[in-house]
């Protein structure tokens, strides 16, 4: 029987499964929708059990039972960095608190800065204290939910979560731990013990791995539960914008990849990178590996929100309507920043903005004024990157809303003036953790190449002028509505809390 591996994806709004062959051809895939619980204004979980582990389970054995083959390593990918707390026999003890959209700890985030030093913690960790990191939340659970902390004897992800249920290993990958600041130190590539201490006290932290490599083995609870070969490895996985980049072989410097998923994530290969206020420099997949990374709060998610507003229009057509508008939108510039901003901006109180509007504009124009200021956010992004040494050679994008080829894709190369490279397999993070499954069986040497280019977008003739004019409107936008729109950030935490 064929030797299969693999590749488990827990994203934000999905769980996917696939099994691949060696040679990276794709045997079956399975997806399942799921949703993130926001209790709060500001808040964001989802059930570590009822989501991340039900899904994996579920997903594994209806695959196997749909196309039988002998599992020879398995990989994990997920959403993060979240912060999941368990007790010391790695039970859940409360729903995980999610990556940069769960703004939570802004407190915490001021006063660690104060303590530590704004300006140490990014010598250090690579990347400032921001809503995307997982110590200001591991204070907040300690000033906030105290009887809890008291039992909180593991830390998890989504993805060390998933490898612990499969294995008991408590291990944690070099990336996912270069976002867990101001607890790991990137240029050691090893816990700060002091600040830890400080953070939190008392809790151990896991063990260190490389994504690809072997942490344990599936053990015969876990293969009771999934139908998976007991005693085959398990990778340690890593974070799901990092898995897309390792099966799509962004590791060449100035390899740039563009996730256009539910938020919009860019990530760039280098190897070194200074630290920048306005940026993520995390670990990559290799001691002396970087990456420079920037995230949308927003991006996906806006167009599920506008189709939702206007009465469910499938998608395809809202697309078709937006395609048939002019590059501009009819004068419309909108700040896509409806939950906040990540990298650059790290503003939790930022909203969105629909500036020009008049009687004349449709609900297409609306919707390609939203892709529009999705595409503006990569251009500025990209500008920042740059700035700190990004040199930008080339451009590969996966993601559903690369999904043929489409319009939203077509918009950002026309708004950076690049081509892109879109990828054969389109949701490439399962499919990065079935590759790194395959390393760390030894069945895949480390450099393998799976996910080749499917076709390339160039711009097109004629929007750089208008892209340009509103691109700088853009920018100017988001400062001279600075004022107002935190003012009314305060009013909706007043309202809804």
């Known amino acids: 029987?064929?030797?299969?591996?693999?590749?488990?994806?827990?994203?934000?709004?999905?769980?996917?499964?696939?099994?691949?062959?060696?040679?990276?051809?794709?045997?079956?895939?399975?997806?399942?929708?799921?949703?993130?619980?926001?209790?709060?204004?500001?808040?964001?979980?989802?059930?570590?059990?009822?989501?991340?582990?039900?899904?994996?389970?579920?997903?594994?054995?209806?695959l196997l039972a749909a196309r039988p083959g002998h599992v020879a390593a398995v990989g994990v990918v997920g959403l993060g960095p979240c912060v999941l707390p368990a007790d010391a026999q790695g039970r859940p003890l409360r729903p995980a608190i999610l990556y940069g959209i769960d703004r939570r700890a802004v407190a915490e985030i001021e006063e660690l800065n104060g303590s530590l030093g704004a300006g140490e913690v990014l010598r250090r960790c690579?990347?400032?204290?921001?809503?995307?990191?997982?110590?200001?939340?591991?204070?907040?659970?300690?000033?906030?939910?105290?009887?809890?902390?008291?039992?909180?004897?593991?830390?998890?992800?989504?993805?060390?979560?998933?490898?612990?249920?499969?294995?008991?290993?408590?291990?944690?990958?070099?990336?996912?731990?270069?976002?867990?600041?101001?607890?790991?130190?990137?240029?050691?590539?090893?816990?700060?013990?002091?600040?830890?201490?400080?953070?939190?006290?008392?809790l151990p932290l896991p063990s260190l791995a490389w994504p690809q490599d072997a942490v344990g083995t599936v053990s015969a609870e876990a293969a009771a539960a999934t139908g998976l070969p007991?005693?085959?490895?398990?990778?340690?996985?890593?974070?799901?914008?990092?898995?897309?980049?390792?099966?799509?072989?962004?590791?060449?410097?100035?390899?740039?990849?563009?996730?256009?998923?539910?938020?919009?994530?860019?990530?760039?290969?280098?190897?070194?990178?200074?630290?920048?206020?306005?940026?993520?420099?995390?670990?990559?997949?290799?001691?002396?590996?970087?990456?420079?990374?920037?995230?949308?709060?927003?991006?996906?998610?806006?167009?599920?929100w506008f189709r939702r507003l206007i009465g469910d229009v499938p998608f395809e057509?809202?697309?078709?309507?937006?395609?048939?508008?002019?590059?501009?939108?009819?004068?419309?510039?909108?700040?896509?920043?409806?939950?906040?901003?990540?990298?650059?901006?790290?503003?939790?109180?930022?909203?969105?903005?629909?500036?020009?509007?008049?009687?004349?504009?449709?609900?297409?124009?609306?919707?390609?004024?939203?892709?529009?200021?999705?595409?503006?956010?990569?251009?500025?992004?990209?500008?920042?990157?740059?700035?700190?040494?990004?040199?930008?050679h080339r451009f590969l994008s996966v993601g559903g809303g690369t999904r043929g080829g489409g319009l939203w894709p077509q918009i950002v190369s026309d708004v950076i003036g690049r081509p892109q490279e879109l990828l054969t397999v389109v949701e490439g993070a399962g499919y990065g953790a079935a590759l790194l499954a395959g390393v760390a069986a030894g069945l895949v040497p480390f450099g393998t190449v799976w996910n080749r280019t499917l076709r390339t977008i160039v711009p097109r003739d004629g929007a750089a002028d208008v892209y340009d004019r509103l691109y700088g409107l853009y920018r100017e936008l988001y400062p001279a509505t600075l004022s107002q729109v935190h003012a009314l950030a305060a009013l909706q935490g007043e309202a809804l809390s």
């Open 1 to 62: 029987m064929d030797e299969i591996l693999l590749g488990l994806d827990i994203g934000s709004s999905s769980a996917k499964a696939l099994l691949v062959r060696p040679d990276g051809s794709i045997v079956a895939t399975l997806k399942r929708a799921h949703e993130i619980a926001r209790p709060r204004p500001g808040w964001a979980e989802q059930d570590a059990d009822g989501v991340w582990w039900t899904a994996a389970v579920s997903l594994t054995r209806e």
């Open 126 to 202: 690579g990347s400032p204290l921001t809503t995307q990191a997982v110590g200001p939340k591991l204070l907040w659970l300690r000033r906030h939910e105290p009887a809890l902390w008291e039992r909180t004897k593991m830390l998890f992800g989504a993805t060390s979560y998933l490898v612990y249920r499969l294995t008991g290993a408590y291990a944690l990958d070099h990336h996912s731990a270069s976002q867990c600041a101001p607890l790991y130190d990137v240029r050691e590539n090893a816990w700060i013990d002091e600040w830890t201490a400080r953070v939190a006290p008392g």
């Open 230 to 304: 007991e005693g085959i490895p398990v990778a340690a996985g890593t974070i799901d914008a990092w898995g897309e980049a390792f099966g799509s072989t962004v590791r060449a410097p100035g390899d740039v990849l563009l996730v256009y998923g539910t938020t919009l994530f860019l990530l760039e290969a280098l190897t070194s990178a200074g630290p920048d206020p306005h940026l993520w420099s995390t670990t990559s997949f290799l001691p002396g590996t970087r990456n420079l990374a920037a995230g949308t709060a927003t991006a996906g998610a806006l167009s599920a």
């Open 317 to 392: 057509e809202l697309l078709a309507e937006a395609a048939a508008v002019p590059a501009g939108a009819g004068g419309l510039v909108a700040l896509p920043y409806f939950a906040g901003e990540r990298a650059p901006l790290f503003d939790a109180d930022a909203r969105g903005v629909l500036a020009g509007l008049t009687l004349a504009h449709t609900r297409a124009h609306v919707y390609r004024s939203l892709l529009e200021g999705t595409a503006f956010a990569v251009r500025h992004a990209l500008e920042v990157m740059a700035a700190a040494g990004g040199s930008q």
